[in-house]
C-alpha cells in the first residue's frame, strides 16, 4: 500500500472514530480566521482592488471589441464569473506562507502539540482561506451588478455559488500550503507561488472560452482545477449562462481535488517544524 | 488507552533509551538515556546546539527520533503520539500566543484543540486567567501586552486541560528580571497547585537554581551531569555555583554551536519582548 493511501486510511479512521472532534477542531481554527477579519476588514478592501480593475478595464475594453466570442452572454458577464475565481485563485495560492510565519512565530508548533489530527488542522486551514474567497464573493456580485451583468439572485445559485468558491478558495489554498511545507521560506515560497499563478490563471477558461485555445492548451486547462471552479460559478452566477462540463463534474472534480490534497498536506504538515 | 505501569504504579513522566536525532552528519542528541520522576521540575541546560530543543521537540512529537526512543506519561513518543499530546502541554521559545486574538481568544483556541467539554471551557479559561493574573487583560488583543503578560497566558494556555508534562522551552529568554521572576512565581504554584511536572530548557543558571529539582546539563548531544543542583555544585566545590558546575561539564569553552535558526529564534523572540 502506497503511503499516501495509508495516511488516507488512517485519516480517514480518525475521523470515523471521532468526526465531531474533527469538525470542532477544523471550525476551531477556521474561527479564528472569522476573527480577525472581523477586527481587520482592511485586507478585503485591498484585495478587491485587482478583480475590480480587471473588471472595470479589461472587461470594459475588450467588451467593446468584440473580439472573443461568448455566445448568449455578453464579454463582461463572461468575464465575472472568471474575475471571481481569480480572485479566489489570487488570495489562496499565497495563503500557505502564513504557515511560514506561524512556524517562526511558534504558534504552528503549538497547534501540532495539540491533539488535534493533523487532517483536522489543514481542513481548519482550508476554511479559513474559504472565508476570504467568499467575502470577495460578495464585493464582486456588487460590483457586477453596478456594472449591469445580469446576475442570478436564486438561494439555490447564491448557494451554489458559494460552495463552489468555498470549495475552490480550499483546493488552492491546500495546495499553497503543501507547496509552503515544500519550499519552507518565505522567499522560495514567493518565487513559486509567482510561477504558479499566472499558468493556473492563463491556462483556465477565466478569460476566453476554451473553444478559443489551441488543443494543447485546452488539453491543459481541462486539468486546471479553476476551469471547473469558473465553469460552476459561470453556469450558477450568470442569468442565460450554462456550465460547459456540467456543474456535477465542477463540483466532482473540486471535491476530489480537495480530498487529494488535504491527504497529501496533512502528511507533509508537520514537517514544516521540523 | 492505559499507560504501561511500573512496578509502583506510576510511570515516570519521561524516561528515554539511547534518543538520538541527527541533521545529516549533526548528531544533535546522542544516545539519551534520562528518567524523570513524576511531579518534578527538571531542567535541562545547555549552550546553544547542546541539542536541548531538539529533545524536547522529540518528546513533544514535533521531531521523529533518528534511533532510540521515549515514552512520555507511559506512552510511546512514535507508536502513540496523539495518547502524548493529550498529556502535555508546550511552551515553545518563540512567543507563540496569536497576536492578533485577546487572550480570552487564545485560550477559548486551546480549550477548543484540547476538547476541553463545552460545559467546561468557560470556567477553565476564567481559572486560567486567574490563576496568571490576565484577567482584566482577558479582553485585551495579545499585541498589547508585555512580554512577561505573554508568557503567563502562554503557560495558561498550556495548562487550562491539566497537562501531566509541561514542556517549557527557554520559558524567560528576553525577559526583564521583574517579568522573570512573576513567571518563576507562577510556576511553582503550577507545580504545587497541580502536581504538573516540567521539563524546562534554560541557558539560564539562576533560573535553573531557583525552580529545579533536578537538572542534566547537556553538552555537544550528551547529559554530561545530572543530579540536583546542591549535588553537583558540592562536586565542585564548597562554594560553587551552578555556573562552575555548568563551566566545568562544559569545559568553558566559547560556545560553538547552535544553528543560524536558533539564534535567530532566540534573538527574534528577545526582539517581539522589546
Known sequence: MTSLARVGRRIASASAASTGGFISDAAAIAEVEVLKLRRDWTELLTRAVQPTLWLLVFGQVFGRIRAIPTGSVSYLEFLAPGILAQSVLFTAIFYGIAIIWERDLGILQKLLVSPASRGALV?????????????????????????????????????????????????????????????????????????????????????????????????VSRANPLSYLVDAIRGLMIAGSHAAFGLSLDFVVELSALVLLVVLAARLYPTVAR | MSPRLPQNGIPPAVRTWGLTRRFGDLIAVNDLDLTIEAGLVFGLLGSNGAGKSTTIRMLTTLLPPTSGGAEVSGFDIQREPREVRRRIGYVPQMLSADAALTGRENLRLSAKLYGIARSQRADRIEQGLAFMGLTNAAEVVVREYSGGMIRRLEIAQSMLHRPAVLFLDEPTVGLDPVARHAVWDHLRELTGEYQTTVLLTTHDMEEADALCATI???????????????????????????????????????????AYRDVARARRTAHRLG
Not at chain 2, 543542583?229 to 555555583?241: E, S, W, Y
Request: hydrophobic share 55%.
Open chain 2, 216 to 258: 542534566a546539563i547537556m553538552h555537544e548531544g550528551l547529559v554530561v551531569a545530572s543530579g540536583a543542583p546542591a549535588q553537583l555544585k558540592a562536586q565542585v566545590g564548597p562554594d560553587a555555583t551552578l555556573d562552575d558546575v555548568f563551566i566545568r561539564w562544559t569545559g568553558g569553552a566559547v560556545e560553538h554551536g547552535g
Open chain 1, 123 to 219: 481542513l481548519g486551514k482550508a476554511a479559513s482561506a474559504s472565508v476570504r474567497g467568499f467575502s470577495q464573493t460578495i464585493i464582486i456580485y456588487v460590483l457586477a451588478a453596478a456594472l449591469g451583468v445580469r446576475l442570478r439572485f436564486d438561494v439555490g445559485a447564491l448557494l451554489g455559488v458559494s460552495l463552489a468558491v468555498c470549495l475552490g478558495s480550499a483546493v488552492f489554498s491546500t495546495l499553497s500550503l503543501i507547496v509552503a511545507c515544500l519550499v519552507k521560506t518565505r522567499e522560495r515560497f514567493m518565487g513559486i507561488g509567482q510561477v504558479l499563478t499566472m499558468p493556473l490563471f492563463f491556462a483556465s477558461n477565466a478569460i476566453y472560452p476554451l473553444d478559443l485555445m489551441p488543443s494543447w492548451l485546452q488539453a
